[in-house]
């Protein structure tokens, strides 16, 4: 018996040959169920996009079905459903604010106050901004699927709660 190939799509196998190969690749099922896949991952723009361009299916207008299912050529989307997927399109366009990444000039005037922080000539509003910005005591957590602290080499460990002191002549790096 020869080697199979399984189709994920399909879910089904197959003498692993070139010809049975490019027979189930061009083959109806296979590009409907491999087209069904992909379309799960669409963003709203894109399927706004398509069904702008297509007409309304009037058996689906009519009846409320449509024998073609998701593979009908023509819209099954109503005006209520092609609003919302507008709305959703034009709020994946604006940018979150947990998503915004800080400037250099944000993250360049954040280091200036605490500098002048740390140095004591700054007034009393200044120093409150600063004081803010600055937790005063990080809790740093490793990220998902390292090991355990104790199998970490020293440069993967986080800070000691303190900070790093600022010589350490016995350490060598390299």
């Known amino acids: 018996m020869g080697k199979r190939y399984y189709c994920d799509f399909c ?69 209520d459903k092609l609003s919302a997927l507008q709305e959703q399109a034009e709020a994946d366009k604006r940018p979150k604010l947990e998503d915004r990444v800080p400037t250099l000039a944000d993250w360049l005037s954040k280091r200036a106050q605490r500098d ?9 509003s200044n120093q409150n901004q600063s004081a803010e910005n600055i937790p005063a005591h990080v809790e740093y957590s490793l990220p998902p699927g390292f090991p355990p602290l104790h199998e970490l080499p020293p440069s993967l460990h986080p800070p000691p709660p303190g900070g790093w002191p600022d010589h350490h002549p016995s350490v060598e790096w390299g």
Do not use: W
């Not at 379309?39 to 894109?46: E, L, N, P, V």
């Open 11 to 79: 879910d089904r196998s197959f003498p692993d040959n070139l010809p049975g190969r490019k027979k189930h690749l061009q083959g109806v099922q296979h590009q409907r169920v491999r087209k069904l896949h992909y379309d799960q991952f669409r963003d709203a723009a894109a399927i706004l996009a398509d069904e702008a361009v297509k007409k309304p299916c009037k058996k689906f207008q009519r009846t409320g079905e449509c024998d073609y299912g998701d593979n009908c050529r023509f819209s099954h989307m109503t005006p």
């Open 116 to 124: 002048q922080s740390s140095r004591g000539h700054t007034d009393s």
